[in-house]
């Protein structure tokens, strides 16, 4: 497999990890006639887009459930996203100061803002920043750090000690899946230490989750959600989760897509 083109052979590598299961660095750089430091930029490249994840000693594991990319969610679920967003944009008052997620409906959120006057929107993900680069009504905070190119948001040391420089009226977060016992369910625990953090420097918590997330643990990753937090989701929410989610201190709010 000697001269193979780095996407090519990244594609590979994904693919002997599923047939595998694990591969060592120096076995994969045997394989492809190469160094051990390309296979090692492979693997953190293949980590970073959610299609391997590392373990110790240098193998790699494919994950059971590969996240999807942020370009495959845009158009899944569009008119429950663009409902969601409607909703959750219906409680954000001018003047207030808003922290927005990364994510397809969180950007879908931020486009139904555009035009609230005398808003202040703190944002981790490069969706939100991209509907509200032409707004003039809003004031636009973006909280860099270390691009996630799979879910294009902001992640990491810098992205947390911005939050520490801010207090929120709102926070708006997306999910992988969330589930009425544990929180919020994600990727990686990066994710999820920025999120606890999102969490601790706002006001009030709302989460839009379509309703193929509610009950889903893909990963093994949490983020505890406080009492009283807002759950946004569609219509097609099965009732009994619903219930679990109310009983467990969240407030439900279900919406329906516009028809055609």
């Known amino acids: 497999m000697a001269g193979m083109r780095t996407r090519d052979r990244r594609d590979e590598i994904v693919r002997l990890a599923t047939t595998t299961g694990l591969a060592s660095v120096d076995e994969l750089a045997d394989t492809f006639d190469v160094t051990a430091s390309t296979i090692r930029r492979d693997l953190a490249r293949l980590t970073d887009e959610g299609r391997v994840a590392r373990t110790y000693g240098g193998a790699i594991a494919l994950l059971a459930h590969p996240e999807p990319s942020l370009r495959q969610r845009t158009q899944e679920a569009f008119a ?134 509610l009950g889903s643990s893909p990963f093994h990753s949490w983020v505890r959600l406080p009492a009283g937090w807002t759950l946004i989701t569609d219509d097609s929410a099965d009732p009994r989760l619903v219930d679990e989610f109310t009983s467990r201190g969240a407030r439900v709010v279900t919406v329906s897509p516009e028809p055609g």
Not at 107 to 126: K, S
Not at 180 to 202: F, H, S, V, W, Y
Request: aromatic share 2%; glycine share 8%; with cysteine.
């Open 80 to 213: 429950e996203k663009t409902a969601m967003a409607r909703r959750a944009a219906a409680e954000i008052n001018s003047g207030e100061t808003i922290l927005l997620d990364a994510g397809t409906t969180i950007g879908a959120l931020a486009r139904e803002l555009r035009d609230v006057p005398q808003l202040t929107v703190a944002t981790t993900g490069l969706t939100a920043l991209q509907e509200l680069a032409g707004s003039e009504s809003v004031h636009v905070e973006c909280l860099g750090g270390t691009l996630r190119h799979l879910s294009q948001g902001f992640v990491g040391p810098l992205t947390e000690a911005a939050l520490e420089r801010m207090t929120f009226d709102r926070v708006y977060l997306s999910a992988d899946g969330v589930t009425p016992d544990n929180g919020l369910c994600e990727a990686d625990l990066q994710q999820t230490r920025l999120k606890e953090l999102m969490i601790r420097r706002a006001t009030e918590v709302y989460v839009l989750a379509h309703a193929d997330k």
